[in-house]
């Protein structure tokens, strides 16, 4: 049961419950849990948080004794954006190859799956899917992470995104609210700026949000964006205009209102955490996600306090934020209802399978333990089902080119991956490319990383390190980074039987004997990959 500290207010209580903080450690802190037992309401996790599901099911339990109810909440995209796999990459392609292949009914049971894990870890909210319109090529921070550029592919993809998840038990917390695809500019260092006309919005930024709206999204994330058009003054987290005037009373939004991580630059280098989160339950958010930087007890305490002193001064109406924290403790009940109905759903599928024949009964015991069509999702023709649902999606993803001359690989290559600095979202703790998956099939593949720097160099420095081996040449989003256009230009001069897979948005023209666009850099996505240069 939920334990609240003795003599506790409801004010303090109810600042707290809107509070989703993050710590440090693969178990859960004494002050954590001390807060547990005083309101808090929710917990994020990060890659920091995660050695094994093994662990992340006992840390889960670790805060559920404390308090049942918690939240817990986690930022797994898949794809690029991985936490429960952030040491090995993802088991499942990210938006961007799911938007390539265009099937709602795989984005659905790639969902699912991927909440199927997530829900068998204890984690109960995703802050996925990314409802980001790439309308801008050069975004450099949103890019695979999103659908693709078109409206309505984003919308429905958006949607059966969603649909996946949430069957699995586990809240969507659909993303950047709203839109977050037009930027040239990385919220987490600095504030971007939207300057499009409200029609443009209306028709592009938000048809994914309506569409997630209309799918039953659990919870929505804020972006910190500046949008004249909306509000010309305050970013969308702190606009009233845009959270409660857009978000819930033109679109009729009623769930949680989730901001993205406070301690990002766009936000706490211009109004502070304090000022930017009492500023955020104001406009109409109800959560306040920190932690991916900020991951302490003091910060806890910051924000606890200034939610009350805000209250107490006449700055922040207490009624909202009783209701913030109301629905917050709303959505931890949806959570515990979806969690049951999820389990009972698996069980009647074995039981009615178990009915027929022994065949059938196996078949389907095996899908409902791995997540798979016996769910009611469906398959599609072509889709996976349960664990390997992810690989088939990385399949159908690829997109590949070869020229007349080219050659199939026969003895084990070069990879170079040409490497850039990776977003604050992805982080450079994950790794990426084909050289493991290669390695596997082709045993003695070498690999080198070559990150930044004159064109021309980095390809001397590759060719130097190849020899007479074959070269693999992977990049990611060639077309936002000069340095690797031009090492492709050298590299290609040179060798032109060298392999070219790309991995981030496949906005350059294809080049190369092979050319391979894997719409992502997820694990799965370089294996895919890696099957077609060893021709498997």
């Not at 109409?284 to 910051?302: K, N, W």
């Amino acid at each position: 049961m939920t334990t609240l500290a003795s003599g506790s207010a409801t004010l303090t209580r109810d600042a707290l419950a809107v509070l989703q903080p993050g710590f440090t450690g693969t178990s859960a802190p004494d002050w954590l849990l001390r807060r547990l037992g005083e309101g808090l309401a929710s917990v994020g996790l990060f890659g920091r948080n995660i050695a094994s599901p093994t662990q992340l099911g006992r840390l889960t339990a670790q805060l559920r004794a404390e308090r049942d109810d918690v939240l817990v909440a986690i930022d797994e995209e898949g794809g690029d954006v991985t936490r429960l796999e952030v040491r090995t990459g993802s088991s499942f392609p990210g938006n961007h190859a799911l938007g390539a292949v265009d099937d709602v009914t795989l984005t659905r049971e790639v969902a699912f799956e991927l909440g199927r894990r997530l829900a068998e870890c204890g984690v109960n909210l995703n802050w996925a899917p990314s409802a980001d319109v790439n309308s801008n090529p050069g975004n450099p921070v949103i890019g695979v992470r999103s659908f693709g550029a078109d409206t309505d592919l984003v919308a429905r993809h958006t949607a059966a995104y969603v649909t996946g998840l949430q069957a699995a038990g586990v809240a969507a917390c659909t993303k950047h609210f709203p839109g977050h695809g037009d930027t040239a500019v990385d919220s987490h260092h600095a504030l971007p700026r939207i300057d499009v006309d409200g029609s443009v919005l209306h028709a592009r930024e938000l048809a994914p949000f309506r569409a997630a709206i209309a799918a039953g999204s659990r919870a929505v994330m804020s972006a910190h964006i500046l949008v004249p058009a909306l509000d010309p003054d305050r970013p969308a987290t702190l606009s009233r205009r845009i959270l409660t005037g857009l978000l819930r009373e033109e679109l009729g939004y009623q769930g949680l209102i989730v901001t993205d991580g406070m301690e990002m630059q766009a936000i706490a280098g211009t109004y502070g955490i304090e000022r930017g989160s009492v500023l955020a339950i104001a406009a109409g958010a109800d959560a306040i996600c920190v932690g991916g930087g900020l991951a302490d007890d003091e910060t806890v305490r910051r924000l606890r306090d200034a939610l009350v002193s805000a209250v107490r001064s006449g700055e922040l109406a207490e009624e909202r934020l009783a209701d913030a924290a109301e629905r917050v403790r709303a959505l931890a009940r949806w959570t515990a209802s979806a969690a049951a109905s999820a389990s009972a759903q698996a069980s009647a599928s074995v039981a009615a399978a178990s009915a027929s024949t022994p065949d059938a009964a196996s078949a389907s015991a095996s899908a409902s333990a791995s997540g798979g069509v016996s769910t009611g999702l469906g398959a599609g023709a072509g889709t996976g089902t349960g664990h390997d649902v992810g690989l088939v999606a990385a399949r159908r993803a690829l997109t590949v080119t070869r020229s007349e001359a080219y050659e199939p690989v026969g003895e084990p290559p070069y990879v170079a991956a040409l490497t850039p600095v990776a977003n604050i979202a992805v982080g450079d703790e994950t790794p990426w490319g084909v050289a493991a998956e290669l390695a596997r099939l082709l045993p003695g593949t070498e690999t080198g990383s070559f990150a930044g720097g004159d064109g021309e160099d980095v390809a001397v420095a590759a060719l130097t390190a190849a020899g007479d081996r074959r070269v693999v040449a992977v990049v990611r989003d060639e077309h936002r980074h000069a340095w690797m256009a031009s090492a492709l230009d050298t590299l290609l001069a040179a060798r032109p039987d060298t392999i070219v897979v790309e991995m981030g948005v496949p906005q350059a023209t294809p080049r190369g004997a092979l050319h391979i666009a894997t719409h992502g850099a997820a694990r799965v996505c370089g294996r895919a990959a890696a099957e077609i240069i060893a021709g498997h």
